[in-house]
């Protein structure tokens, strides 16, 4: 689609934020769609940190919440590593779009929504498993990475794609459940989202901003949609 442009990004790639502005100079896109809902949006661009209730995380899900909670651990860990703060990205593109008077589009998925539907399909399998290589992760890395083929894996770039596919592959052996609620699934909405930009702006270039590992799944949907 000439008139749709997906980039696949890496949260805490300096690279990232490079492609957004080189996309934004050489594309010229008349809207901007972001992999972020409305409260993670809000929460990217406040300087405060917001404070989740018991009443949130019940409505959500405690797997759900202990997993978001970890990932953002983990994330600001490896941010620290490279000096990119986590979501840099995503952020550079919602400040490029208001600097320069661009539609943005929030196209995935309500955190919410996801993490309960986290909650409700982790099996106590991938749970035992989830826990297992967290652990040997923080006490073996380098063998992980290792086992993973992720030796020479450098986190101030974006992952080649031949990294992002076995990467995805293995969380789709390892944890199907998983794979199918933060992936799939949030492929599914955003490619809906998408969809009903183009249908609404047939005249208009859209950028989408997406994690690495959707780009692909998305394409892909995308090719099997009769858009216009």
Not at 109 to 126: A, G, V
Request: net charge positive.
């Amino acid at each position: 689609m000439e008139n749709l442009l997906i980039i696949g990004t890496s949260h805490i790639s300096q690279q990232s934020i490079k492609e957004i502005k080189k996309a934004i100079i050489e594309f010229q896109p008349e809207i901007i769609g972001v992999e972020l809902d409305l409260q993670r949006a809000n929460s990217l661009l406040s300087e405060e940190k917001n404070k989740i209730s018991l009443s949130a995380i019940l409505q959500i899900g405690l797997k759900g919440y202990l997993f978001a909670k970890i990932g953002q651990i983990v994330q600001q860990k490896l941010g620290k590593m490279v000096g990119v703060s986590p979501g840099s990205e995503m952020k550079t593109a919602l400040q490029l779009a208001h600097k320069n008077k661009l539609q943005v589009a929030l196209i995935d998925q309500p955190i919410q929504i996801t993490l309960r539907n986290f909650s409700k399909k982790l099996t106590w399998k991938e749970k035992f498993h989830f826990v297992f290589d967290i652990f040997k992760g923080l006490l073996f890395p380098k063998k992980q990475m290792r086992e993973l083929g992720l030796e020479n894996f450098d986190l101030s770039k974006v992952p080649q794609d031949e990294i992002i596919e076995k990467m995805m592959l293995q969380l789709k052996n390892h944890y199907p459940n998983v794979y199918k609620t933060l992936v799939e699934d949030r492929n599914k909405y955003m490619v809906a989202q998408l969809v009903k930009l183009l249908r609404a702006n047939p005249e208009k270039k859209i950028l989408a901003v997406v994690g690495a590992g959707h780009k692909k799944g998305m394409e892909e949907l995308l090719l099997r949609i009769d858009v216009l």
